[in-house]
């Protein structure tokens, strides 16, 4: 039909992805350009690199721009946070769930092949915030021990960026207003830098808030941030830059040089596209290999490429921030020919090349076209090799050439950089490092069940189960896999699967536990939680009210003292389709026996919904009453925060055939 538009191809850049050409004589305003394409002819490439000067200095006298920023002591650091960790903060890796405290040393050495880090952001709230009416500053504010966590990680060497959620609009509001509130928070955290999640910028009052403070935080945007913010917004996301075949250059890197950027593309399970864009313009990497819960782990091949530039960005920072940067300048014949791209980063004294290899297997030859000069020196910086007669560029790969002039000293980091480059074997494999969400199973009731109780029917059952795909996706796998950003309707849509399942013979409370009942176990038992922040943080007056503010691990106390277990997500599905099963008032999500772990990610199956609802931003979490068949994949916090006046639980008793 004339006029309609193509369908959207989820695996295809979108026009606000693909890189920007730059017009001949470069005086155009691209100020939000994400990627400059270079030419397909290298005989252009000589022009490009003039007309990507011109451009530059048109835009910062245009913009009356500074520099001002880059030169604070107190954030010069963060020109070379080469490799910034988005880590959830109840990551198993960081937190052992089982004894309830954080784990920093475990989580650094499960990244340890990826090359280390320079920081890391702390997420706290998205996926769960909207539970209840907790907001985003509550969800950092509630963690015992958070600011020794960031001590131990500055201990570390390492820099702690918190995350800031502009669209949290519909949750318990902060009497300061947020630029305050979060000034505050990042006081009190003593943390480093921010995270502007959905935010290409910080508006006038947040950046002001956040920037000229007596602790400056740097501040981080999502995605391409306008040369205007490059002024006060000292690092940015290169989230979905598509590149062109011959490595194009990242616009606010060119414009700002100490301008730091971290490619990342969250759902691919091929990395070496962000990989190469980052090493070819002297920038860094987000890695994030667990995205709201769904393991996207990295192959060993790109954690490989990993290692090998951030052994030679950090060592010669110095280089690629203050040498000449000439783009797509110094390939053999040889090498393009073979889609081997070089770029230069020149001193007086030195000069490195990067070198990345486009193509589909390992590249061996010599890959630069200028001769060594007599009396200089060659090292392959990522082999670690002195003298190379000729240069392997892996398949998907990267390498790097020093070339030190006649008489010029070498480095000091030279000896160690080669000794480790040398030492490092890499690798070719390219296989997604799959994890499978284990179920953890509950142990057995021991008594006969009440009356009342609902007899779910034994044996196999075809059950619809619903849920909103957010991107926590369900049980198991990404919910988009080597996508391009996920719009709607592929975004926080409904959804539906039928699952085979089978249980045993089983028998559901009719209703939830009640205060009334969870007091009498409390007098009863003595119980105290082993972490006991927010417990019981819900009503407590009405003894026929749902009791509230208990954690998985309280709820399983209680069954465990009354002789039964939790109902599984299936079992109270189930029941909840037989006669006499009701919910106490006010309605509540329950817990179920739906616990499970990759190793990275814990998570359980809410079930039921609860009166309780966030409005005003898809991000929260669901909240309204829900149809039985409606499944919340609920990531587990740790430390109380798990624990919500919107959450309770029933519980449920294994039946002996025949009951």
């Known amino acids: 039909m ?9 695996l295809v850049p979108r026009p606000i992805d ?7 004589g470069g005086l155009t305003d691209a100020d939000t350009a994400k990627i400059f394409a270079a030419p397909g002819d290298p005989a252009e490439w000589p022009a490009w690199r003039a007309d990507l000067t011109t451009w530059r200095d048109e835009a910062r006298r245009r913009l009356r ?27 198993e890796r960081l937190f052992d769930h089982r004894e309830q405290r954080f784990t920093p040393d475990a989580f650094l050495a499960s990244l340890a092949g990826q090359g280390g880090l320079d920081g890391l952001v702390l997420w706290h709230a998205y996926p769960v915030i909207g539970i209840d009416d907790r907001n985003q500053f509550d969800y950092y504010r509630d963690v015992p021990g958070l600011r020794g966590l960031v001590d131990a990680f500055h201990e570390r060497g390492l820099r702690v960026f918190v995350d800031y959620n502009p669209w949290d609009t519909g949750t318990r509001r902060a009497e300061r207003g947020d630029a305050a509130e979060f000034a505050a928070l990042v006081a009190e955290l003593d943390a480093d830098g921010v995270f502007l999640d959905t935010l290409k910028e910080g508006d006038a009052d947040l950046t002001r808030a956040l920037t000229e403070g007596p602790r400056p935080q740097v501040l981080e945007g999502e995605s391409r941030v306008p040369n205007q913010r490059i002024e006060d917004h000292l690092l940015s996301w290169a989230q979905w830059f598509a590149d062109s075949e011959a490595p194009g250059v990242q616009r606010a890197h060119w414009y700002e040089r100490r301008h730091m950027l971290h490619s990342i593309r969250r759902w691919n399970r091929d990395h070496s596209g962000e990989l190469q864009s980052a090493w070819m313009n002297g920038t860094g990497i987000l890695v994030w290999d667990a995205v709201f819960g769904v393991w996207v782990g990295w192959n060993a091949r790109d954690e490989a490429t990993l290692r090998r530039m951030l052994r030679v960005q950090r060592a010669a920072h110095d280089l690629l921030t203050a040498g000449e940067w000439s783009p797509l300048e110094g ?14 980063w020149s001193t007086p004294d030195a000069t490195l090349w990067t070198i990345v290899n486009r193509g589909d297997a390992d590249w061996t030859g010599d890959p630069l076209d200028a001769p060594l000069p007599n009396g200089a020196k060659r090292f392959d910086v990522t082999a670690g090799l002195a003298d190379p007669t000729e240069v392997t560029v892996p398949a998907r790969g990267v390498a790097g050439v020093l070339e030190l002039a006649p008489g010029a000293p070498e480095p000091d980091w030279l000896p160690d950089l080669l000794k480790a480059a ?60 080597e996508e391009w ?31 009334g009942e969870y007091c009498a176990f409390l007098d009863d038992t003595g119980y105290t939680p082993p972490v006991g922040s927010r417990f019981l943080c819900g009503p407590t007056e009405d003894d026929d009210a749902p009791v509230t503010g ?17 109902p599984d997500e299936f079992e109270w599905q189930l029941a909840a389709a037989l006669p006499g099963f009701r919910r106490r008032t006010p309605a509540v999500w329950n817990w179920t026996e739906s616990e499970h772990t990759d ?14 609802r966030s409005e005003g931003s898809d991000w929260y979490a669901d909240g309204g009453p829900k149809d039985p068949s409606f499944s919340l994949k609920y990531l587990l916090p740790g430390l109380g925060l798990e624990r919500s006046p919107s959450i309770g639980f029933r519980i449920a008793w294994d039946l002996e055939d025949g009951r």
């Open 2 to 10: 004339a006029g309609t538009e193509p369908a959207f191809d989820p």
């Open 18 to 24: 693909r890189p920007t050409v730059l017009p001949p």
């Open 65 to 91: 721009y500074s520099g001002a920023a880059y030169e604070v002591p107190a954030t010069r650091w963060a020109a070379s946070a080469y490799a910034v960790a988005q880590v959830w903060l109840w990551d």
């Open 331 to 344: 390939a053999s014949a040889a090498a393009l020919e073979a889609r081997v791209y070089v770029s230069r």
């Open 422 to 481: 040398a030492a490092d074997p890499g690798s070719a494999d390219a296989t997604f490092p799959a994890r499978e969400a284990i179920r953890v199973r509950p142990a057995p009731s021991t008594v006969a069940p009440p009356v009342d109780a609902l007899a779910v029917p034994p044996g196999p059952h075809r059950l619809t189960v619903t849920y909103r795909r957010r991107e926590t996706g369900f049980y198991q796998g990404a919910p988009y896999v």
């Open 485 to 515: 950003k996920p719009l709607p309707p592929r975004l926080h849509d409904d959804r539906a699967e039928t699952l085979d399942v089978t249980v045993a013979s089983t028998a559901v409370a009719a209703a939830e536990v009640s205060v």
């Open 550 to 566: 208990v954690a998985l691990a309280d709820a399983r106390a209680y069954a465990a003292w009354a002789g039964a277990r939790l």
């Open 599 to 612: 190793g990275a990610t814990r998570f359980t199956m809410l079930k039921g919904g609860a009166d309780h």
